[in-house]
Nanobody
Framework: QVKLVESGGGLVQPGGSLRLSCAASGFAFSMYAMSWYRQAPGKERELVATITSEGQSTNYPDSVKGRFTISRDIAMNTLYLRMNSLKPEDTAKYYC?????????WGQGTQVTVSS
């Protein structure tokens, strides 16, 4: 059974940092690219980071480039998102995502709130 479980969200002040984790199970983690998405109230879900199957390359939209870093620990089947210099506009529910070809999978999401 494919399962993605996010953790690490919470309340952080503007300018602060947070690291999100996604524990993956039920599939060959090292064989697939992984992504983080986020969705804020009143906005569509948006892609914030993608990493290739073994972490060789990453991609980010301009909104988070230079502030967010996606990484993966193959041995631990875990995907990470390090978020630095957080802004109020980063407030959203963050989701781990995997495209296994036959189906896509989402985690339950973890809430990140950036506020003073």
């Amino acid at each position: 059974q494919v399962k993605l479980v996010e953790s690490g969200g919470g309340l952080v002040q503007p300018g602060g940092s947070l690291r999100l984790s996604c524990a993956a199970s039920g599939f060959a983690f090292s064989m697939y690219a992984m992504s983080w998405y986020r969705q804020a109230p009143g906005k569509e879900r948006e892609l914030v980071a993608t990493i290739t199957s073994e972490g060789q390359s990453t991609n980010y939209p301009d909104s988070v480039k230079g502030r967010f870093t996606i990484s993966r620990d193959i041995a631990m089947n875990t995907l990470y998102l390090r978020m630095n210099s957080l802004k109020p506009e980063d407030t959203a529910k963050y989701y781990c995502y995997a495209d296994l070809g036959y189906r896509t999978f989402w985690g339950q999401g973890t809430q990140v709130t950036v506020s003073s």
